[in-house]
């Protein structure tokens, strides 16, 4: 691996990476995909998805990203384990150094490491996650038909997932832990004005309850008074934003104020020529499975294309 230059590298395993990875593989670029500190991406930690195109029974994440990793491995993409410590672009090719020691150089590389969702840090997030504590509306709104759930955050992230989640839930609760939103002021108007949504400000959530099988409710506590009030509910939705996984290209790429890592237009091109982003690390708006893998898609063509403009 040390000594072999590569046509393609891709960094991440998740619905991005492994699309690519199987695009890349049936163009005959022989792709070696790194998995990352999370093989799988988020959908490892989502238990039923019910949106992915193509499986009307639903599908548990961990289960969909087996069949994606299945269905690349049959083109003999290569994988290797662990994460990537280093990332050289100023060199041609690029080098990239494992945690292992070894060092992989590449023609081109195609960026999906993906993001992750903030957490509160509370152990019952973790305890509860996917059975009634999620980070993704859109993803998980639909199983919270006429339940009372919780939204916490105060940006437009926080009033977009309120909003969302009304189309389902009886009712929705924002919690913020000062007295003003800091979302849009359009977008928090509409949330105050909805009928279905009640608001719940300068408190913070001391912990999320429930029966040891699902949440049954939140523990909130007056960040003034000190005063704690317990509320039954069915669910929370953690809306405090997400954290591309972008760190290593600080500085060699065109990043945004938030950390994704911008493309060129509806391409997946960064502002290295060679080096192509996807998924997570580059969609601030959508952070779906299937537009992720429609992305690595992309990536893949425009890698492709790129390799052999320079052949």
Known sequence: MEKDIREVVIMGTGPAGLTAALYTARANLDPLVID?????GQLMITSE????????????????????????????????????????????????SLEDGREVLTRSLIIATGANAKWLGLPSEETYRGRGVSACATCDGFFFRDSTVYVVGGG?????????????????????RRDEFRASKIMSLRAEKH???????????????????????????????????????????????????????????DIDEYGYIETDGSSART?????????????????????????????????????????
């Not at 690349?72 to 993409?77: C, D, E, K, M, T």
Request: charged share 20%; hydrophobic share 40%; aromatic share 8%.
């Open 156 to 176: 437009d992230t926080a009033m977009e997932e309120a909003l969302f989640l009304t189309r389902f839930a009886r009712h929705v609760t924002i919690v913020h």
């Open 36 to 40: 990352g500190a999370q093989p799988g």
């Open 271 to 311: 502002s290295v020529q060679g080096v192509f982003a996807c998924g997570d690390v580059q969609d601030y708006t959508y952070r779906q499975a299937v537009t992720a893998a429609g992305s690595g898609c992309m990536a893949a063509v425009d890698a492709e294309r790129y390799l052999e403009s320079i052949r």
């Open 49 to 96: 998805i019910e949106n992915f195109p193509g499986f009307p029974e639903a599908i548990h994440g961990p289960e969909l990203m087996d069949r994606f990793r299945q269905q690349a491995s049959r083109f003999n993409v290569e994988f290797v384990s662990g994460n990537v410590t280093e990332a050289d672009l100023s060199r041609r090719p690029f080098c990239l």
């Open 195 to 253: 009928p279905k949504i009640s608001l719940e400000l300068n408190q913070v959530v001391e912990e999320i309850t429930g029966d040891g099988q699902k949440v049954t409710g939140i523990r909130l506590q007056h960040v003034q008074t000190g005063e704690v009030t317990e509320h039954a509910c069915d669910g929370v939705f953690i809306a405090i934003g997400h954290s591309p996984n972008s760190e290593l290209f600080a500085g060699q790429l």
